[in-house]
């Protein structure tokens, strides 16, 4: 089993849609929990991160971890279509080796 | 406000060729870290340097060599390009290796090797 499983997509929605992005992990160690969003032909760029099971809201955008079902999300609210890119969910424990989820591609039609 | 910087953007290789990838970041960060992202692979680390004068394999390091030149400098270099390191690789940093630490990428380069 992969230490991080990430929903493979592609995923196009409407816009004004609420999107649920969501990732698993197998290894209960890992402690802190981040969300990458990265467009087109560009580096990823921190999104958001938590490190405890709940839920975290920034603007439109909530990140929610369960660390007992070793489950997190990512919740777009009013999708926009400047919301299309690819998010990665990333992962790392006390070892402080980080592992990346391989990625879903949002579209987001207007 | 740079971040980090990474060249070149694009490069052609023939097989058996070498080459270097640059990149140096201006955040003063202590981390610097080669990915590479393939399509269905996601992104895999290549090599990283927790400090200025120590580095790292990473998950996939074969085929690769790297120098961390100075605090601001890590080189990804290719001694004998080969076409499954058709990829595009991102160079990356963060103050310092560890929980929490936020790590902030390059553009990448894309490299092509027929």
């Known amino acids: 089993q992969k230490e991080v499983e990430q929903d493979p997509g592609p995923l196009s929605v409407p816009e004004g849609a609420i999107v649920s992005l969501n990732c698993t992990y197998s290894n209960s160690a890992f402690q802190y929990f981040m969300w990458y969003r990265q467009y087109s032909r560009k580096g990823p760029e921190l999104l958001m991160y938590?490190?405890?099971?709940g839920n975290k809201e920034d603007g439109r955008f909530t990140a929610q971890v369960d660390k007992s079902s070793k489950y997190i999300s990512l919740f777009i609210r009013d999708s926009q279509p400047s919301d299309s890119a690819t998010y990665l969910c990333a992962i790392t424990g006390a070892n402080s080796k980080l592992t990346f989820g391989k990625g879903i591609t949002l579209s987001v039609r207007p | 406000n740079a971040g980090v910087t990474q060249t070149p953007k694009f490069q052609v290789l023939k097989t058996g060729q070498s080459m270097t990838l640059q990149c140096a970041q201006d955040?003063?960060?202590?981390?610097m870290y080669w990915y590479r992202q393939d399509p269905g692979m996601g992104l895999r680390l290549i090599y990283y340097s927790a400090s200025e004068g120590t580095t790292d394999k990473g998950e996939v390091p074969n085929g690769y060599n790297v120098s961390r030149l100075n605090k601001r400098e890590f080189s990804l270099r290719l001694e004998s390009a080969a076409p499954s390191q058709t990829s595009v690789y991102f160079c990356?940093?963060?103050?310092?290796?560890?929980?929490?630490?936020?790590?902030?990428f390059g553009e990448g380069s894309w490299l092509t090797v027929v």
């Open positions: 938590t490190y405890s099971s």
């Open positions: 955040m003063n960060h202590n981390s």
């Open positions: 990356a940093s963060s103050e310092r290796q560890g929980l929490g630490n936020t790590i902030y």
